[in-house]
């Protein structure tokens, strides 16, 4: 076997083993995204819940004053959270997020606020060590699986930061960067302003029953305990749908990558076979050259010397 | 008579829902029954209480162990969200007995409340505390 088709077979399986592993990774995924949509899925009632409890307190206007519903003007500090992933593979999953983070904060800047980045997941953070950019705090190690426990700690940190004084370093604003699951197909990176909250109603349809009129609740102890024990409830519980959303993305994207890469190392086993073949051929064809060749001239030398 | 639509939720999963003739939960002023016709309230629950259910088909009643969270009531609907809840059916009695052992020996807030979260497992599965 000639050094050319040698080399070029040697690729072949390298490729081969290539194919085979990102296939693997794309039917993990595949396997994956169903859980990760059922847990989205699953997530809807204490989120829609939350929301129309707080709804409730609002309407009945007192949170007024609450220092989680009000805008604070005396810190230009935002904090912006980027939700991107543990590991890579995941074509522009990260890259989205990041790009999107950056136009937000370059426009908070334009507005003449200091944002201050804290990253969820191991690429952010590794983007921003590379670049040596600061930022003010990190949490890796579940993006593809958050818990709830997750969600609960860096809403506590958020919300901290954000009743904190100006002098030492309080945030006047709280911005979530996180990639939606839309569908199977698309997923977009989006920016959503976590505090001062702007209470969101619940993505379902809006409430049949009560035909869009709250009944007056009593509360138990009192309207304000209940709105200061419930805020930071709907806060962890927006974080936590964030997440639950990216690590529906997250799946969804490694998926389309691994299968776009696989789709790619088989189309490069084709050609690389076509070149094999071809390669084989012009071997063969030369030793046949050769023998004639070598015939033609042994018969003629015979010839001549009878 | 009418019937409490009852729906026990967590961040993670919807635990338990149903019809209800009575819910019984634990406010930090104490406890309130809800039966149906109940006024609207919303209420914060004790961390570390058990919320007891009793369903309409005259099964037999529902307990499991909250920490934190609260509950809501409007027009017979009943929405009780835990930040963390578990089914007394679901726990595990030896290993919530040994939490308990470890736990009552602890002192401070923080060990309080771990404590009657332990004890609210306990009494959520049936057991005598």
Known sequence: ?306 | MAKLRVELVSPEREIWAGEADMVVAKTIEGELGIMPGHAPVLGVMVDGSVVRIKPADGGETIAAMVSGGFFSVASNEVSVLAEYAQLGGEVDVKAAREEYQRVSALEGDEAAAAQRRARARLRAAGQEV
Request: aromatic share 6%; charged share 25%; hydrophobic share 40%.
């Open chain 1, 1 to 306: 076997m000639g050094a050319k088709l040698r080399g070029i077979r040697g690729r072949i399986n390298s490729t081969k083993s290539m194919a085979k592993i990102t296939r693997a990774q794309e039917l993990i995924a595949s396997s994956r995204i169903v859980k990760a949509q059922q847990r989205v899925k699953e997530s809807g009632p204490y989120a829609r819940q939350i929301t129309r409890a707080i709804s409730a307190l609002v309407s009945h206007n007192v949170g007024v004053g609450h220092p989680l519903l009000t805008e604070r003007t005396d810190s230009k500090r935002v904090a912006v959270l980027l939700i991107t992933s543990d590991r890579g593979f995941c074509g522009g999953y990260n890259v989205n997020v990041i790009r999107e983070a950056e136009g937000l904060m370059a426009m908070l800047r334009d507005q003449g606020k200091e944002p201050v980045p804290y990253i969820v997941g191991r690429k952010g953070v590794g983007w921003y060590r590379f670049r040596e950019r600061e930022y003010a705090d990190d949490w890796t190690g579940f993006s593809d699986r958050p818990r709830f426990e997750n969600a609960e700690t860096i809403g506590r940190t958020l919300v901290q930061e954000f009743g904190r004084p100006a002098e030492d370093g309080g945030v006047a604003e709280i911005h979530i960067v996180f990639t939606e699951f839309v569908s199977m197909l698309t997923q977009t990176a989006q920016v959503r302003r976590l505090l001062p909250l702007e209470i969101e109603e619940a993505d379902e349809a809006p409430e049949e029953q009560t035909g869009g009129v709250l009944p007056a609740y009593d509360f138990e102890p009192s309207a304000d305990a209940v709105l200061d024990a419930l805020l930071p409830s709907y806060i962890e519980s927006r974080i936590w749908h964030m997440l639950l959303q990216s690590a529906a993305s997250e799946h969804a994207q490694r998926r389309r990558a691994m299968k776009s890469a696989t789709d790619n190392a088989n189309d490069v086993i084709e050609t690389l076979t076509r070149v094999a073949n071809q390669a084989r051929q012009a071997e063969i064809t030369q030793e046949i050259s050769e023998i004639v060749g070598g015939a033609n001239a042994l018969a003629e030398t015979s010839a001549g010397s009878e």
